[in-house]
């Protein structure tokens, strides 16, 4: 299985962003001030679903932060869709489980990770482009 280097980047943090000396981001919702540091609970394999896991926090204080909503869309623009929605559990404050995240087809998809208001409309978003090759 051969991850596309985007992926790497990404979820490894290879150009996060560092906000303080003791803290790196692995993306930043810039509009909002929060950190993102992700890990695959189960990573991408043909045929199965897979579960990441997101942490935020504050980008000046560390300290996890709880919006009312997050959610990952999943999408394939060069085939003009996505994949089945994805679920969002919260398992502590500021920690996320996001499962049936499913990459059913080889090629460039994106990940736009989003944070919702109280009344679910997007209030910032992180697009992470990725490419499967099994």
Not at 5 to 14: M, N, Q, T
Request: net charge negative; hydrophobic share 45%; glycine share 8%.
């Amino acid at each position: 299985m051969n991850y596309f280097i985007s992926l790497l980047v990404a979820f490894l943090g290879l150009f996060g962003t560092t906000v303080q000396a003791a803290q790196s981001c692995d993306f930043v919702f810039k509009r909002v001030g929060v950190c993102a540091h992700t890990s695959w609970i189960f990573a991408p394999e043909q045929y199965e679903e897979s579960t990441i896991q997101l942490r935020l926090s504050d980008l000046n204080t560390g300290a996890p932060v709880t919006p009312r909503g997050v959610k990952l869309v999943l999408d394939m623009p060069s085939m003009g869709h996505g994949s089945a929605p994805t679920k969002t559990l919260m398992k502590a404050a500021g920690t996320y489980e996001i499962s049936r995240i499913a990459f059913f087809m080889e090629g460039d998809w994106t990940m736009e990770f989003q944070i919702l208001d109280g009344n679910n409309r997007v209030i910032d978003s992180v697009l992470i482009p990725i490419t499967i090759d099994w």
